[in-house]
Nanobody, 122 residues
Framework: QVQLVESGGGLVQAGGSLRLSCAASGRFFPHYAMGWFRQAPGKEREFVGISWGVDGTNYADSVKGRFTISRDNAKNTLYLQMNSLKPEDTAVYYC????????????????WGQGTQVTVSS
């Protein structure tokens, strides 16, 4: 099993910034892709971004140019730097890890963290 623990969520005003962290442990393999999803109240969980390989990243259109994913492989930790936050970014943010094809789709085979709440006030 893989354990993922997120941290860094909180309340921020629109236009502000937050950085989320996700620490992986257990049977985690360095080649695993790692990513972020989010779920707002009453909505489906949606893809935010993913990190894979040496320096591969991809983002949802809604966060491109505002959010940046980085990864510290020595610490098995994934980060999500969120800038220029908007009220519509309010959601529970989940860390995901596993084979790339699973993680990019949030499909079976993906390991999930417990989530961290991000609230952006207007």
């Amino acid at each position: 099993q893989v354990q993922l623990v997120e941290s860094g969520g909180g309340l921020v005003q629109a236009g502000g910034s937050l950085r989320l962290s996700c620490a992986a442990s257990g049977r985690f393999f360095p080649h695993y892709a790692m990513g972020w999803f989010r779920q707002a109240p009453g909505k489906e969980r949606e893809f935010v971004g993913i990190s894979w390989g040496v320096d591969g990243t991809n983002y949802a259109d809604s966060v491109k140019g505002r959010f940046t994913i980085s990864r510290d492989n020595a610490k098995n930790t994934l980060y999500l730097q969120m800038n220029s936050l908007k009220p519509e970014d309010t959601a529970v943010y989940y860390c995901a890890a596993g084979p790339y094809r699973a993680v990019v789709a949030g499909a079976a085979g993906t390991y999930w963290g417990q989530g961290t709440q991000v609230t952006v006030s207007s």
